[in-house]
């Protein structure tokens, strides 16, 4: 089993640009998260997804939006990049809500110039 | 009163030595706690649940104090291998979950 997997790895994006970040979970995990990671801050919730076809915002939603395509799939994306967007993001899945063991994948870096 | 606080650190600490992390939460309804572990440049993996009666594995022990909102992370006879930064996660009763800044540890040869 792959676990969770993100793709890409890494990203220099323009301001303005847009970009999808995408993850998978091969576990038939029921929630899926994304975060993200800026030193000093900790890790803040950006969007989740309690079950195949739901979403609901996090902590910190502007400026995303995100799908849950399917159970294995929960994609981010960056309308319009900004430099305040540079950050490590990480996702992660549940078999069910925050109360259990969060799964991540190794993470993407991206950096908006 | 933040959420969840953590020592940021960090701690450099002898190897073979015991510490101790504390982490307070400020949602006294809170549920689930649990200790992570993060590598740097790595993802967050789990390092042990935190149970009301307290638990152990290994050469670590996790205990919840839910009259004083803390849990804590005891690591005995610290290894090379334990430098990392711990992350004390904390989940409410609508499923809100909350990350600590983390711990830092160093651990010295």
């Known amino acids: 089993n792959a676990g969770v ?3 890409p790895k890494f990203q220099v994006l323009k301001t303005g640009q847009s970009m999808t970040l995408q993850c998978a979970q091969d576990m038939n995990h029921n929630s899926m998260y994304w975060y993200r ?3 000093g801050m900790g890790l803040r919730l950006i969007y ?12 910190v939603p502007n400026g995303y939006n995100v799908s849950r395509l399917n159970k294995r799939e929960f994609s981010l994306r960056l309308e319009s990049a900004a430099p305040s967007q540079t950050s490590v993001y990480f996702c992660a899945s549940s078999d069910y809500g ?13 950096l908006v110039l | ?11 450099n600490v002898p190897e073979g030595a015991t510490v101790a ?5 400020s ?12 590598d740097c440049r790595k993802e967050p993996k789990l390092l042990m649940s935190v149970y009301s009666s307290g638990n152990e594995d290994g050469r670590f022990t996790a ?21 990392a930064t711990y992350l004390c996660v904390v989940t409410g009763l609508d499923d809100k979950i909350i990350f600590g800044k983390g711990t830092r540890l160093h651990i010295l040869p």
């Open chain 1, 5 to 7: 997997t993100q793709t």
């Open chain 1, 37 to 39: 990671q800026d030193p």
């Open chain 1, 48 to 59: 989740y997804s309690a079950s195949e076809g739901t979403t609901d915002k996090g902590e």
């Open chain 1, 98 to 110: 925050g109360k259990e063991t969060q799964y991540f994948g190794p993470g993407t870096r991206l």
């Open chain 2, 1 to 11: 009163r933040k959420e969840v606080e953590q020592d940021p650190g960090p701690f």
């Open chain 2, 21 to 25: 992390f504390n982490c307070t939460y």
């Open chain 2, 27 to 38: 949602n006294s309804a809170s549920q689930s706690f649990f200790w992570y572990r993060q």
């Open chain 2, 63 to 83: 205990q919840l104090n839910r009259a004083s909102q803390y849990i804590s992370l005891l690591i005995r006879d610290s290894k090379l291998s334990d430098s």
